[in-house]
């Protein structure tokens, strides 16, 4: 398949990604949307133009109904759990306690990420950010879900990583925190394996998000070019949630690392160009 889904295989499924107003959580809602299930997306952006980055909730839930599936938006912090307790309470009561999907993907950094920078003349803020929105912010939504989606004996818990987890990226920072998500779905899998519910961590190649195209040189020179030249398109992620969400054997998959390109030729879907981009390493 090219990535359409017109027979909807989630029609009816309920669907949580956190982050989605723009950038890889955008591409997953989308594609949600798009196989028919009801996708609820967090993130702090309400409304068109409300950010100086692109992308908002309100674009984001549109797209979605255009899409054939029915989008929701909730404005949440994932640095306050008050805020983030308040939107799956809400999500669980209008669903009647359920959520077959979770997509933990909302994640805070820099306005402008240091790159290469030795840890000891890092900003300590910088270490408190990307480990309260991005790791623990995934941990406490999955802390919440977990129990509906254990009395149901089904569900799906998606978290999205990169090669950071393996390989110098950036900063330390940056790569302890990847490398704590893809701990957390292997750990959580443990846990959730004998319930039925599944527990996998994704990694997609470089995106070509609204945050990249709007500033690239927010990233050297070189990467920026390899990103224009061979960057995938966020919703090239979304398509492998949506064939996960989909496949009625994703528990053989839980607790695993699973590349989005990989995936991509597993289930027979494209990027929205047509081209099956080249998967990152795994070391």
């Known amino acids: ?69 029915r989008g929701i938006g909730i404005v949440c912090d994932h640095a306050d759990d008050g805020s983030v307790e308040r939107a799956f309470t809400r999500v669980l009561e209008e669903q009647g306690g359920r959520i077959d999907v979770l997509v933990n993907n ?37 802390r919440l879900v977990a129990p509906h989606m254990i009395s149901r004996r089904q569900g799906l818990i998606v978290n999205t990583s990169s090669g950071g987890a393996v390989r110098y990226t950036f900063n330390v920072p940056f790569g302890v925190q990847k490398a704590g998500v893809n701990k957390l779905a292997s750990d959580m899998a443990h846990d959730l394996r004998p319930f039925n ?26 990467l920026a070019k390899r990103i224009m030249e061979h960057g995938e398109s966020a919703e090239f992620a979304g398509r492998a949630v949506a064939a996960l969400a989909a496949d ?11 590349l989005v390109a990989e995936l991509a030729r597993e289930y027979g879907f494209t990027d929205v160009d047509g081209r099956i981009p080249e998967a990152p390493a795994r070391q």
């Open 248 to 258: 009625k054997d994703v528990m053989r998959k839980s607790g695993q690392l699973l």
């Open 1 to 69: 398949m090219n990535g359409s889904f017109p027979s909807k295989p989630l029609d009816g499924t309920v669907a949580v990604v956190t982050g989605g107003s723009r950038g890889v959580g955008k591409g997953i809602a989308l594609a949600l949307g798009e196989a028919g299930a009801t996708v609820y997306v967090t993130g702090r952006t309400q409304a068109r133009g409300a950010s100086s980055w692109p992308g908002s909730l309100q674009e984001t839930v549109e797209e979605i109904d255009r899409r054939g599936g």
């Open 106 to 142: 909302v994640f805070a950094a820099p306005a402008r990420m240091p790159v290469g920078q030795p840890f000891w003349e890092l900003e300590p803020s910088l270490w408190e950010t990307m480990m309260r929105v991005g790791l623990r912010s995934h941990y406490m939504a999955s």
């Open 197 to 222: 519910v599944a527990s996998v961590v994704i990694w997609p190649g470089f995106i070509k998000s609204e945050k990249f195209l709007a500033q690239p040189d927010r990233v050297p020179a070189a």
